[in-house]
């Protein structure tokens, strides 16, 4: 059985005006670390809203463990974990305060279940006394994540749980949902770090309140159609501009250190006559190679096919 | 029962750790108390008059010393003529002026009736009505020594007793007001951004997704303020006593009831504007406007119920305020029992269970 379904799921706001979810269907598995992936805008609070029953769909059905999110919505809070986008937790409160009243509103306590955050508690441990508003981010974060835990979650919902932290505390918190998957606990995650998304077990791409791609993270890269570049040199500025002004580039953008590109028609000889191009055009220190295309890459592809779709 | 407990433990940490509002909590009390009761005064005190003593007499003379051995006169200056007084008055800070003609004694004693003219500054009428007042019945406490010496024709006496405030004090009248406006203002304005706050702060968020019930949250958040208004209404009440020398005349185990059931009145309307409210900010704006000037307009203590318009004094049946004004009084200044105010506090009780049915189903459940 599915641990999420969705089923033709539609949410505006504003009596209509806007439109955050469009008409999406998924299930997510059992134990699986499923990531919704976007920008922000995209519709992923409106879907982790609509799942953790704060929010009533317009349109469509929802379950969650069987649950269904409007008849049920009591049962489902009862069983889930929620941390949402923004810091959410008592700011006056320590870190044990809050750790305490949440395991008591969920009818347990902190002692009952510190196998569960156990990992997570010894970092947080130290600061326990500190009032959670003065924590770091990254503590912050661990903190929420320990709230969300400590009643032994069926399903846990982040939504963007690392936004606004360091790259360690980010690396550590992608750790510990591994960890977590490992126990059994469905998690659904969002993000809108591209890099992250390979670490989910499936992916669900999504733009305007749509679904542009549901697949493995490997599927995902798979499915890219055209063969991908990389190009730098030692002005990278000129070199983009220069490039745009090739007939034979499809789209090209810049990608962390390199310009990340693809051909109309991906040949040998095009490739060739692309270098000589470049040279032509004085670019010093110049690499040309062949890359694999990442989550990113196929994300900014889909989002450049979406507008041209709307053009 | 647990997460009952666990709720007003987490009240009374929010509460407590919030120093500027705890600190208003105690200072508003104790600045309203000492302000009504030292400054805000209807009670009219050292007024600077001017006099035009043309008799120069022994009557005249009596007449102005037992004016100014009293606390309201301070006899500014004594004039040469009449023609002075006008610009007496014009100089600002002349309340009244008192002209006694040549010849009052000789008057009084021959012709068996002599005038003292009384000019009072009139541009703020109270004043001026309580200043003449004060003159008449100085007087004629003079002349009624005087006709106790002189055999007097017969004569009608007025034999006046002020019940429940024999001194005329401002204080009998503004403690219970202040009583009932502060409790109104803590009760109602506190709690009223309590549930806002954790909308605004998104805890809230995270709290329904939780099976908690929401009874037990609405409770929980009326709690701790129940207990700062019975701390407030003691401080309220040792400083009417000991500053004020305002003494409670009924049983005090009954104010206390009567306040508590009062406090958790003003408590559940503070929840429902709560619940109903979007942001902090409004839910202090309508606290604010929404029950504060009600409760000093149509509670009785500024103004008289019974001078208004009758549209106006069926409106105040709805202030919670204008029931506890006359409990309060009943119990503290009249020491009257519980039999004589079950009517005033069934109606405080009624409102209770309207306003926290209403905030139980305003209670959202979900966002938005």
Redesign the interface.
Known sequence: MSAITLNNITKTYNKGAVLAVDDISFSVEKGELFGLIGPDGAGKTSIF?IL?????PDKGSATVVGNDVVKD??KI??I?G???G????????TVE?NL???A????TTVKENYDQIKDIYVMLEPFKDRRAGKLSGGMKQKLALC??LIHKPEVLFLDEPTTGVDVVSRKEFWEMLARLKAQGITIMVSTSYMDEATLCDRIALILGGKILSLATPEETIKAYPEKLYAVKSSNMHKLLKDIRTNDEILNCYAAGEYIHLSLKNATKENENSLTKFLAEKGESDLVFKETTPTVEDCFIRLLGNTDGNSN | MKQFFAFIKKEFSHVFRDRKTLLMLFGVPVVQIVLFGFALTNEIKNSNIVIVDNAKDMASQQIINKLASTPYFHIKKELLSSSQIDAAFKAGDVKLAIVFPANFYTDLLHANKAQIQVIADASDPNTGNTLTNYVTYIVADYQANLNATIKAPEQITLDTRMLYNPDLKGAPNFVPGVIAMVMLLVCVMMTSISIVREKELGTMEVLLVSPFKPLYVILAKAVPYLVLSLVNLTVILLLSVFALDLPIKGSILLLYGVSTMYIITSLSLGLLVSTGASSQQGAMTLSLVGMMLPTLMLSGYIYPIENMPMILQVLSNAVPAKWFYIIVKAVMLKGLGFSYIWKETLILFGMTIFFLTLSLRNFKIRLE
């Open positions: 809203r953790t029953t704060l929010l009533l919505f009591h809070r009862g889930v929620y941390m949402p923004r810091f959410s937790l008592y700011q006056d409160l305060e305490n009243f949440f008591t509103v969920f009818g709230c969300a």
